[in-house]
C-alpha cells in the first residue's frame, strides 16, 4: 500500500505561481510512475501532467504545457508540480496517484493509489 498525501494548494492570483507536493508513505515511490491529475468544478478529472520511475521521461497536458513542471525526489520520496503563469481555469482540485508502471500514462485506471486532493483557486 502507498499513501498519498498532497499539499501547497491555496488562493492564487493569476499570473502567480504554486508548488503541489505529494509525499509518499508505506512504500517507496521510486517503484512507480506517478501521475498529477485535477478536477474543476462540474467536469470530470483530467490528466495534467505525468513521470516516469527515474524522472528521465515527462508528459504534459497540452494546457498546462510551458507552465507546468513535474519533478521528483526519490530520496525524499516526494512528487512536485512546480505551476507557473496560474490562470482562471486552472483552478481545481488538484491530485496525484501513482501507477506502478515504467512510464506515466494519462488513463486515470491505470493508477493504483490516489491522493486525497489539495485545492488551488486561482482569481483572475
Known amino acids: 500500500q502507498v499513501q498519498l498525501v498532497e499539499s501547497g494548494g491555496g488562493l492564487v492570483q493569476a499570473g502567480g505561481s504554486l508548488r503541489l507536493s505529494c509525499a509518499a508513505s508505506?512504500?517507496?515511490?521510486?517503484?512507480?510512475?506517478m501521475g498529477w491529475f485535477r478536477q474543476a468544478p462540474g467536469k470530470e478529472r483530467e490528466f495534467v501532467a505525468g513521470i516516469s520511475k527515474s524522472g528521465s521521461t515527462t508528459d504534459y497536458a497540452d494546457s498546462v504545457k510551458g507552465r507546468f513542471t513535474i519533478s521528483r525526489d526519490n530520496a525524499k520520496n516526494t512528487v512536485y508540480l512546480q505551476m507557473n503563469s496560474l490562470q482562471s481555469e486552472d483552478t481545481a482540485v488538484y491530485y496525484c496517484?501513482?501507477?506502478?508502471?515504467?512510464?506515466?500514462?494519462?488513463?486515470?485506471?491505470?493508477?493504483?493509489?490516489w491522493g486525497q486532493g489539495t485545492q488551488v483557486t486561482v482569481s483572475s
Open positions: 496517484a501513482a501507477d506502478g508502471r515504467l512510464f506515466p500514462t494519462r488513463r486515470q485506471d491505470n493508477y493504483d493509489y
Open positions: 508505506g512504500r517507496t515511490l521510486r517503484n512507480y510512475a
